[in-house]
């Protein structure tokens, strides 16, 4: 176990240990996974209420549940929401100290501190937004990545030799919350987990517009992108995404990349289809940054969008989302040294999800 006394901080260390998502049909959500995205899976989780899947990528971790009784709580889940995340689970050294911080600040107590077979492993949860919660992991020093509670490893699995994507970690995990709660949101997470508040953005796309505030835990590591409607522009993605989702929830996951071309070309070729971005924003590229033109080509044959900071550049570009309910899709991001969210890029982006959301609707 680790030594408490060189524990951090409670809520000064927290990073991203896995994403939690409920799933209708697990074979089918583990297969997109492992075919298109390039995941290999690590652990398989059972019970007489569900059934899970655990699987990895760099140092993404990603666990599957299906719910097999109505007593689970992955059963409610899909029916209200759907396929989506429920879990953004929080590594830290210390996990009984941080929930009883997090409690102690504000935080809602979700499940108490429990020490799980073999004693390396505590978990306890606290609440977020809507119906997903965080829950705070702690492994023991010996351990990599680990797996969550209640997985076991799968035999033979070889993440090392996996034909992967190139994606690293979670960059960051955008939230759609209602009209009103983006305020109360943010100050629950700055209050009760020590996050900090560190870029504001309205975006404005034709006649629709959104808030938006960025949180980042102390440790740099645990980003979440907060957007709620405008009320006073018309309604517009956000206003779907809550309405299919019925409430706030989980938009899109952000993976960071080495090359976001290369992953983009790899996950093509994969079946993973990604938005296409209008030919003038290429057109106009070359005037914000300096890029040469075998790059540029690069970026407009693959759609990558592209932006710079005072620290470096940033390349992005979302999937297009294939739920049922169009309330979930995934990012491909790479940072060359910026450390900010594409100012420049996040109103192409959403214009893109528009233009896709109209051609559905036509």
Same mark, same amino acid.
């Given at each position: 176990?680790?030594? !408490?006394?060189?524990? $951090?901080?409670?809520?000064?260390?927290?990073?991203?240990?896995?994403?939690?998502?409920?799933?209708?049909?697990?074979?089918?959500?583990?297969?997109?996974?492992?075919?298109?995205?390039?995941?290999?899976?690590?652990?398989?989780? $059972? !019970?007489?209420?569900?059934?899970?899947? $655990?699987?990895?990528?760099?140092?993404?971790?990603?666990?599957?549940?299906?719910?097999?009784?109505?007593?689970?709580?992955?059963?409610?889940?899909?029916?209200?929401?759907?396929?989506?995340?429920?879990?953004?689970?929080?590594?830290?050294?210390?996990?009984?100290?941080?929930?009883?911080?997090?409690?102690?600040?504000?935080?809602?107590?979700?499940?108490?501190?429990?020490?799980?077979?073999?004693?390396?492993?505590?978990?306890?949860?606290?609440?977020?937004?809507?119906?997903?919660?965080?829950?705070?992991?702690?492994?023991?020093?010996?351990?990599?990545?680990?797996?969550?509670?209640?997985?076991?490893?799968?035999?033979?699995?070889?993440?090392?030799?996996?034909?992967?994507?190139?994606?690293?970690?979670?960059?960051?995990?955008?939230?759609?919350?209602?009209?009103?709660?983006?305020?109360?949101?943010?100050?629950?997470?700055?209050?009760?987990?020590?996050?900090?508040?560190?870029?504001?953005?309205?975006?404005?796309?034709?006649?629709?517009?959104?808030?938006?505030?960025?949180?980042?835990?102390?440790?740099?590591?645990?980003?979440?992108?907060?957007?709620?409607?405008?009320? !006073?522009?018309?309604?517009?993605?956000?206003?779907?995404?809550?309405?299919?989702?019925?409430?706030?929830?989980?938009?899109?996951? $952000?993976?960071?990349?080495?090359?976001?071309?290369?992953?983009?070309?790899?996950?093509?070729?994969?079946?993973?289809?990604?938005?296409?971005?209008?030919?003038?924003?290429?057109?106009?590229?070359?005037?914000?940054?300096?890029?040469?033109?075998?790059?540029?080509?690069?970026?407009?044959?693959?759609?990558?969008?592209?932006?710079?900071?005072?620290?470096?550049?940033?390349?992005?570009?979302?999937?297009?989302?294939?739920?049922?309910?169009?309330?979930?899709?995934?990012?491909?991001?790479?940072?060359?040294?910026?450390?900010?969210?594409?100012?420049?890029?996040?109103?192409?982006?959403?214009?893109?999800?528009?233009?896709?959301?109209?051609?559905?609707?036509?």
């Amino acid at each position: 176990m680790p030594d !408490s006394s060189k524990a $951090a901080v409670p809520l000064e260390d927290l990073s991203i240990d896995h994403v939690g998502m409920y799933v209708t049909d697990l074979e089918a959500a583990v297969s997109s996974w492992v075919d298109e995205y390039a995941f290999t899976v690590v652990g398989t989780s $059972a !019970s007489s209420r569900h059934r899970g899947v $655990a699987l990895r990528q760099g140092g993404i971790t990603l666990a599957l549940t299906q719910a097999t009784s109505d007593q689970h709580p992955g059963a409610a889940y899909v029916v209200a929401h759907g396929d989506g995340v429920a879990d953004i689970a929080l590594r830290t050294a210390d996990a009984e100290a941080s929930f009883r911080a997090a409690v102690q600040r504000g935080a809602r107590a979700v499940r108490r501190p429990t020490r799980h077979a073999g004693g390396d492993l505590v978990t306890a949860t606290v609440g977020g937004f809507g119906d997903v919660v965080h829950t705070l992991v702690q492994h023991s020093c010996e351990e990599g990545p680990g797996l969550p509670a209640g997985f076991s490893p799968v035999a033979g699995a070889d993440e090392a030799a996996a034909d992967d994507a190139g994606l690293l970690r979670l960059d960051h995990v955008a939230v759609c919350l209602n009209a009103g709660e983006l305020q109360p949101t943010v100050d629950y997470y700055r209050t009760a987990l020590g996050f900090r508040d560190i870029f504001q953005e309205r975006i404005v796309v034709g006649a629709q517009a959104m808030e938006s505030t960025v949180v980042q835990s102390p440790s740099r590591t645990v980003t979440l992108t907060l957007i709620q409607p405008d009320v !006073s522009a018309a309604p517009g993605q956000i206003d779907e995404f809550l309405k299919g989702h019925q409430g706030a929830g989980v938009q899109h996951l $952000a993976f960071s990349s080495r090359d976001a071309v290369t992953a983009v070309r790899s996950l093509t070729a994969r079946g993973v289809t990604f938005l296409r971005t209008p030919s003038a924003y290429y057109d106009l590229l070359g005037e914000r940054i300096a890029l040469d033109p075998q790059r540029l080509a690069d970026l407009r044959e693959t759609n990558v969008l592209a932006d710079e900071d005072h620290d470096g550049r940033l390349f992005q570009i979302f999937t297009a989302s294939r739920h049922p309910r169009q309330t979930l899709f995934y990012e491909v991001i790479e940072r060359q040294g910026a450390a900010t969210f594409g100012s420049a890029n996040i109103k192409a982006l959403y214009e893109a999800v528009e233009l896709e959301r109209t051609k559905q609707r036509g």
